[in-house]
């Protein structure tokens, strides 16, 4: 079964700071990696997709890595502003539509 | 806005009430899931539905029952439920394909009383 773990829980920085989000996860056989964002109370929204065969994906000031061998993705978000402060989840994807979750960082960007 | 709708956004019932939540996508996707979003733990996957016919059943209890009468339409049909389902019920889609990005709705709050 696909364990995904993100480290850290909760992360609080200071506008203008770059955030360095971490996840892992114990079966290398995935068919992609997705990271979300969550606002409290509201649905997913998609911020990246890296298929398998990428190394990492980029979008504005969003970067994402992937390290299928040992196991870790990591999101990048450059130049920190308040309106970055939400719960980000990192999901591995099986090739049978399966997504599995991690528990997600609470990322707070204080003014 | 995603192009995933969820009704109603919030629901209250007891325990010997019947409900149920819908989810329609406008993307033209042939898969759609449910996840459940427990306070504190990671979202869980429920039912996969592919081109209407149900892939998946992640062990949930019959008081959960889905339907999903064309490839744009999802329901989850609700129970005698327990307290501790109370929880966020996400619908999702994508293409039918496993490599597919999944598009979520707001989802539905659901209480248990």
């Known amino acids: 079964k696909q364990e995904v773990t993100q480290i850290p829980a909760a992360l609080s920085v200071p506008e203008g700071e770059n955030l360095v989000l971490n996840c892992s996860f114990t079966?290398?056989?995935?068919?992609?990696l997705q990271w979300f964002r969550q606002d409290p109370g509201k649905g997913l929204t998609s911020l990246l997709l890296?298929?398998?065969?990428?190394r990492e994906q980029t979008s504005g000031r969003l970067n994402a890595s992937l390290d299928k061998s040992s196991g870790r993705s990591t999101l990048y978000i450059a130049a920190s502003q308040p309106g970055d402060s939400a719960t980000y989840l990192c999901?591995?994807?099986?090739?049978?539509?399966?997504?599995?979750f991690g528990a997600g960082t609470t990322v707070t960007v204080r003014a | 806005e995603t192009g995933v709708t969820q009704t109603p956004r919030h629901l209250v019932m007891g325990m010997t009430n019947k409900k149920s939540l819908k989810c329609e996508q406008h993307?033209?996707?042939?898969?759609m899931y449910w996840y459940k979003q427990s306070a504190k733990k990671p979202l869980e996957l429920m039912f996969v539905y592919n081109f209407k016919e149900q892939t998946e059943n992640n062990s949930v209890p019959s008081r959960f029952s889905p339907e999903c009468p064309n490839s744009s339409h999802l329901f989850l049909h609700l129970h005698t439920l327990q307290p501790e389902d109370s929880a966020l019920y996400l619908c999702a889609s994508s293409q039918a394909s496993g490599s597919a990005e999944q598009y979520f709705g707001p989802g539905t709050r659901l209480t248990v009383t």
């Open positions: 890296i298929q398998s065969s990428q």
């Open positions: 999901a591995v994807g099986a090739n049978d539509y399966k997504l599995s």
């Open positions: 993307l033209g996707h042939n898969a």
């Open positions: 079966d290398s056989a995935i068919y992609n």
